[in-house]
């Protein structure tokens, strides 16, 4: 089976984490915080907080911006659940904006609609969590000028896009947003195993994550009630969570990223492959935007229903019957039961909806090779055989 993403270790990695193995420290040790230097240098941000997954990292994310209850959360239907979880964890409540038709991304042109009806019902968001599908940023100078017009905060969750560009800059720089997060699950660009970071250019932010990542404890003077009582001394100042990163795991990101912005260039290639191969085919390709450089986590197509014999669920079928570990990305949020539950309806985000419908994520990372590739364009052609 070709998986539809998977992981890149080498020997350089295997010995970055042996050496942590034999070091004094298995976690809260030197390596974390370099990691953490590592992340934030290279996106240009100037702080980043890691911890145990990206879910993590948008909770405390979450948290920092001072989400909670009677708090208005928004984001994109096309995600994975995480990203609306999140902020359901701090007590607020969650609503969606519909995708962009050709990107999948959050839709400014919706966002900006939708604002301006909650805005005379008195129903603003407090955070727009904008999620950069596929690796491709969202229309980020359009969200960030609506976010200072109505007066939220931006989370970017980038956890398929650590590694990309929005208008020449890395994303993370967070010149469009308060803070953004990186996931490093192994089907990701770069891995920890598990693993994510939240970067930021504002040191208070900054702060009140690494907080909320370690129970709300501190040891820093600055932030105590009172006088120390001695060098064991420490305070709880807000409910915080164990949601720390090991030095196992920061050891393996420290070696992954070495090879960042190659696993990005090779990714790109081969989805411009894709793009040139699957032309001729009854599909809809993932479009690009040209302020974006994606960092093409995932390659998903449209089937153009109308002009194949078979549904969507028979071609994909046929794939993993054809050792392509095809996928979906992702079934709409708000048609989980869990959303259901809580109102939403089928209906209520129409270009999501259609999206789904027709989408099947093919396979992409940057050990499959041409041959690879070639295997799964050659399953698809036959696949999609009027
Ligand atoms: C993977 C993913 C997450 C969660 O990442 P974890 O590190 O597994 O917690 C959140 N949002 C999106 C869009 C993701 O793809």
Not at 16 to 30: C, E, H, K, M, N
Not at 110 to 130: F, N
Not at 204 to 226: I, N, Q
Not at 332 to 353: N, T
């Amino acid at each position: 089976m070709i998986p539809y993403g998977r992981q890149d270790i080498t020997e350089a990695d295997v010995n970055a984490v042996i050496d942590v193995l034999r070091s004094d420290f298995l976690t809260q040790g030197p390596i974390v915080p370099r990691f953490e230097t590592v992340v934030s240098g290279h996106v240009g941000a100037n702080y980043g907080v890691a911890v145990n997954s990206a879910t993590s990292a948008l909770h405390i994310a979450c948290l920092a911006l001072g989400v909670g209850p009677g708090d208005w959360v928004w984001t994109s239907p096309i995600t994975f659940v995480a990203s609306s979880n999140s902020a359901l964890y701090c007590g607020a409540k969650v609503d969606f904006v519909d995708v962009d038709p050709r990107t999948y991304n959050l839709c400014a042109d919706a966002l900006e609609a939708k604002l301006r009806i909650a805005e005379s019902d008195g129903r603003l968001p407090k955070v727009v969590i904008a999620v950069h599908l596929c690796g491709q940023a969202c229309d980020m100078r359009s969200i960030h000028a609506l976010a200072h017009k109505y007066g939220f905060k931006i989370i970017e969750d980038a956890s398929h896009a650590v590694g990309a560009k929005y208008l020449g800059e890395y994303v993370g720089s967070s010149n469009y947003s308060d803070i953004t997060v990186f996931s490093f699950h192994p089907v990701k660009i770069v891995t920890t195993a598990e693993g994510g970071m939240a970067v930021t250019n504002d040191a208070s932010l900054a702060e009140r994550m690494s907080l909320f990542r370690s129970h709300g404890v501190t040891r820093d003077p600055d932030l105590m009630t009172k006088e120390t009582e001695g060098a064991w001394y420490y305070q709880q100042i807000e409910l915080g969570y164990n949601y720390r990163m090991t030095e196992i795991q920061a050891a393996l990101g420290i070696s992954q990223m070495t090879r960042l912005d190659e696993y990005v260039s090779v990714r790109q290639a081969l989805a411009k492959r894709y793009d040139d191969l699957l032309d001729e085919l009854p599909l809809i390709l993932p479009w690009q935007h040209p302020d974006t450089y994606s960092a093409y986590h995932i390659y998903p197509v449209r089937l153009k229903l109308d002009q194949i014999a078979r549904g969507r669920r028979q071609v994909f079928d046929l794939l993993r019957e054809a050792g392509i570990g095809v996928n979906v990305h992702y079934i709409p949020v708000h048609l989980q039961p869990y959303y259901i539950r809580m109102g939403f309806k089928p209906g209520d985000f129409p270009e999501a909806e259609k999206y789904y419908a027709e989408g099947i994520t093919l396979p992409l990372y940057p050990t499959m090779g041409t041959q690879g590739q070639d295997q799964v364009i050659q399953s698809v052609t036959q696949a999609l055989n009027r």
